[in-house]
């Protein structure tokens, strides 16, 4: 399973775009990149997924380079709301057992 | 998207008691579902894999008797703890994945989470 590696924590003014790295040095050809958020005492919740260049949808927008070895998870104009912590997931179709990282606690202030 | 439920979202009881948390796939089927445990300020800590008609498969360090795992049907997984003590106070959290729609890129679903308080 590839180790993925985050930013602890960050902040963010409303409004702001933020983008998350994710490292995954030893990501293997067959893995996807996930990234989940959370809310306090709620479980997770998907946000985006991709495998190479750049995918968006209607929240985010995920910055995935040639070489895969990292992943950017950009949140346009966060609001106060998005203040979670986000996880970035690496495993492939066929390996199903999910192992979490510490996740990146983003702080939206006013 | 696909729907996991968890029940109950909370619950207190006595140490020594049992307690028994439901996670159930409402629109879909999960051959496969995963149990985790979170702590306060914490990541989600995998304890068991969850296979449909099979003995569960525990991670490192869990006590497969303590924690028991049934799937009985595809659509269900229970989490029994078994004699519970304070220390065991966390929220337990099940995910799915989803299973024939297409290609499975590895999404899980996640319930919402069971807060479990042990007197």
């Known amino acids: 399973l590839a180790k993925t590696t985050q930013p602890i924590s960050m902040d963010s003014y409303e409004g702001q775009e933020v983008n998350i790295t994710c490292s995954h040095n030893?990501?293997?050809?067959?893995?996807?990149i996930t990234w989940y958020q959370q809310f306090p005492s709620q479980g997770p919740r998907f946000i985006i997924q991709?495998?190479?260049t750049k995918v968006t949808n209607e929240v985010a927008s995920l910055f995935i380079p040639a070489d895969r070895k990292s992943s950017t998870l950009s949140l346009p104009r966060v609001s106060l709301s998005d203040t979670a912590v986000y996880y970035c997931l690496v495993g492939d179709t066929g390996g199903f057992k999910t192992i979490f990282g510490a996740g990146t606690r983003l702080f939206v202030k006013a | 998207g696909a729907v996991v439920s968890q029940h109950p979202s909370w619950v207190i009881c006595k140490s020594g008691t049992s307690v028994k948390i439901e996670c159930r796939s409402l629109d879909f089927q999960a051959t496969t579902m995963f149990w985790y445990r979170q702590f306060p300020k914490q990541s989600l800590m995998l304890m068991a894999t969850?296979?449909?008609?099979?003995?569960?498969?525990?991670e490192q360090g869990v006590e497969k008797d303590k924690f028991l795992i049934n799937h009985a049907s595809l659509t269900l997984s229970t989490l029994t703890v078994t004699s519970a003590h304070p220390e065991d106070s966390s929220f337990y959290i099940c995910?799915?994945?989803?299973?024939?729609?297409?290609?499975?890129?590895?999404?899980?679903?996640f319930g919402e989470g069971s807060r479990l308080t042990v007197l």
């Open positions: 969850s296979n449909e008609g099979s003995k569960a498969t525990y």
């Open positions: 991709g495998y190479k």
């Open positions: 995910s799915a994945r989803v299973v024939g729609r297409g290609k499975d890129t590895g999404e899980l679903f």
């Open positions: 030893n990501i293997a050809t067959n893995d996807y």
